[in-house]
């Protein structure tokens, strides 16, 4: 007889637990919620992403751009420089891993060495249109990079020797002028390797 | 008439008739019957009764209770409940009327003191469990989201500079002006240098 009116009593006790608790809950996560989400911190390390480790693809490349060296060096070898320069230009037709970084360094290697098979070949222009496509390419300072502006400044050389031997006022002006772009184009690179290897040497 | 005939009465000569209106005398009578049945039940008997007002007294409470049970006190019943559970434990136990001290007898009294203090206990008991909880729950969030992300560094170390994609510029170094053109033999270095740490990583590990 008094057992269902104390189970009636504990009910009513534990509905009402039930919803303080509920409450709590609600009201702590909400303050959790409101509270201002808290500038992201600092990475402690750099997530390694998939195509900065050395893979299979970026080997691949290597290996396309290192074959087309080598046939170009065969048809040098062989007297046939249209060829060569054609299988120079294979190199920049290579496929590297998205953010490769060898990928600017061997296009750029390319690119001089181009510019210098079209320079014997008696193309300055052509050869100074891929020196000025690999500068343009390039998103940084580097080795390579200075190696353009050394390869640069030996067109320009050339080209100011070309006119040397000319008696127009107008030639000999324009000598002086491709003369001092092509100091210009070495102080560049000179510029940049010194940068490269102090900062490779650990200093500033 | 037999002697023994239920129907041989006494002269009724003081006896009146049913119908007869009651006189003083009979209604003194009735008033001091009615107090002392009062005394009675409020529980102060009077310490001697007459034998007649005696009889009259025991039908009178025997038909109050008929009509309306009494209803005794919750320590007086708990106390007579209790006595008589001892009593029965006490005979099973082979005793004579006593409660056995062997036997936890635990009073009715205070057990109902504890049937009362029970839901408040589990309520203070649930309380604090939730409570705990909560405090356990908002302290491993508050962990998490301060806590530096060790794991994930260590679960995302970044990978030697050796097995890495990186420039070459440490691997050729200034280019000679001489070697301006010398793009078959950097391109080698730079193909065996990969080739290493692709063999590394691979030996590692690191690539499936």
């Known amino acids: ?204 | 008439m037999r002697p023994d005939d239920p129907t041989d009465l006494p002269p009724d000569d003081d006896v009146p008739a049913p119908d007869a209106p009651a006189d003083a005398t009979e209604r003194a009578a009735a008033k001091a019957f009615a107090e002392l049945i009062d005394k009675v039940v409020a529980g102060r008997p009077p310490a001697a009764v007459p034998a007649e007002q005696q009889e009259l007294l025991e039908v009178a409470t025997a038909l109050r209770a008929s009509v309306r049970p009494v209803e005794l006190g919750a320590s007086r019943r708990a106390a007579i409940v209790e006595s008589a559970l001892a009593a029965a434990i006490d005979r099973r136990a082979g005793g004579h009327g006593r409660v056995s001290a062997s036997l936890p007898v635990v009073p009715i009294g205070r057990a109902a003191g504890r049937r009362n203090r029970a839901p408040w206990i589990v309520a203070a008991t649930t309380s604090l469990v939730a409570a705990a909880a909560l405090t356990l729950w908002l302290r491993d969030r508050g962990a998490e989201r301060a806590a530096p992300p060790a794991p994930v560094a260590a679960a995302a170390a970044p990978l030697p500079v050796e097995l890495r994609s990186r420039p070459a510029d440490p691997l050729i170094g200034a280019i000679p002006a001489e070697r301006a053109g010398a793009a078959l033999d950097r391109i080698d270095t730079i193909y065996a240098d990969r080739l290493d740490g692709f063999r590394a990583r691979t030996m590692s590990g690191g690539l499936r």
């Open chain 1, 1 to 204: 007889m008094t057992s269902i009116p104390l189970l009636r009593a504990w009910r009513r006790r534990a509905i009402g637990l039930v919803v303080v608790v509920v409450a709590a809950l609600v009201a702590c996560d909400s303050a959790e919620d409101a509270r201002p989400t808290p500038p992201p911190a600092g990475r402690v390390t750099q997530v390694t992403q998939p195509e900065d480790g050395i893979d299979q693809r970026l080997m691949i490349a290597l290996s396309q751009a290192k074959n087309f060296h080598h046939k170009a060096k065969v048809y040098m070898s062989d007297g046939k420089p249209d060829l060569a320069i054609a299988a120079v230009r294979g190199v920049l037709a290579v496929q590297f891993p998205a953010g490769a970084a060898e990928a600017e360094d061997v296009r750029a290697d390319a690119r001089a060495l181009l510019a210098k098979l079209l320079l014997a070949q008696g193309q300055p222009d052509a050869a100074m249109s891929e020196i000025d496509a690999g500068l343009a390419a390039a998103t940084r300072e580097s080795f390579f990079v200075a190696n353009l502006y050394t390869v640069r400044g030996e067109i320009l050389e050339a080209q100011a020797a070309t006119l040397d031997g000319a008696t127009a006022p107008a030639d000999a002006t324009r000598a002086r002028e491709l003369k001092r772009q092509a100091i210009v184009a070495y102080d560049k690179s000179i510029a940049i390797n010194e940068a490269l290897q102090q900062r490779l040497m650990g200093h500033p």
